[in-house]
């Protein structure tokens, strides 16, 4: 499903990272871990089309991404990759419902279908009745669970999380990892994701670590 070949990224004079090689199959959970500055969130950016490797190659169900042009690419981001952040990255003056629309409303879908399937989500996300609270009315679990359901808005093949326990206390920590299993086992999706946590990365099918620019 996900093939990186030979990606390597420099900012200026620093090569963060230095000929990366990784294949990750569909349904598949992997916890990329590693020290700060390793590599691992740009690795993850990369992947997710959100930056360009300096060189290097990212193959997704065979399509070579970054051959596209930029609005291309916009588009299939926005209809095959999901993402889940460690501080939620939700826009605070719309509400839980409309913060999870946002995927669709870029993909101009029709509104009636997809209010339809945001409140869906939602609700099995265990939100239904949070739908019209602001980010600064939800507790940090709830936020992050608005977050994944925002992921989930497109049916993407692939989610990426990046350091997505960072910011919740132990208990919304337990929750965030069930609900990583819960979506693998109902949508089918894979799941790549950096972090620190080793109880999160411990519930992964691989993890893999990065050392200066490189999987070890």
């Known amino acids: 499903m996900i093939e990186v070949k030979n990606i390597h990224k420099s900012f200026d004079a620093l090569e963060v990272l230095k000929g990366v090689n990784l294949k990750v199959q569909k349904g ?32 997704i ?22 993402f889940i952040f460690q501080f939620h990255q939700l826009l605070p003056e719309f509400t839980a419902l409309e ?5 669709a409303m ?10 339809a399937r945001a409140t869906k989500l939602l609700t099995e996300l265990g939100l239904g009745e949070r739908l019209n609270h602001k980010p600064n009315e939800l507790s940090g679990g709830e936020k992050q669970r608005v977050a994944a359901a925002r992921a989930l808005m497109m049916s993407p093949d692939i989610i990426l999380a990046d350091e997505p326990t960072g910011s919740l206390d132990e208990k919304n920590k337990k929750e965030l990892s069930e609900l990583l299993l819960k979506l693998r086992k109902e949508y089918g999706q894979t799941i790549l ?3 620190h946590d080793k109880e999160l990365a411990a519930m992964a099918d691989r993890v893999i670590e990065i050392k200066d620019g490189i999987i070890e």
């Open 61 to 82: 169900n065979g399509t070579d991404v970054f051959t596209m042009r930029e609005k291309e690419l916009a588009a299939f981001r926005n209809k095959h990759i999901g």
């Open 28 to 59: 598949e959970i992997v916890a990329i871990i590693g020290k700060s500055g390793a590599g691992k969130t740009t690795l993850l950016q990369i992947i997710g089309t959100l930056d360009r490797p300096t060189q290097g190659q990212v193959l």
């Open 106 to 115: 870029i993909a101009r879908e029709k509104e009636s279908e997809y209010v």
């Open 99 to 103: 913060n999870v629309c946002i995927p």
């Open 193 to 195: 994701l950096v972090t």
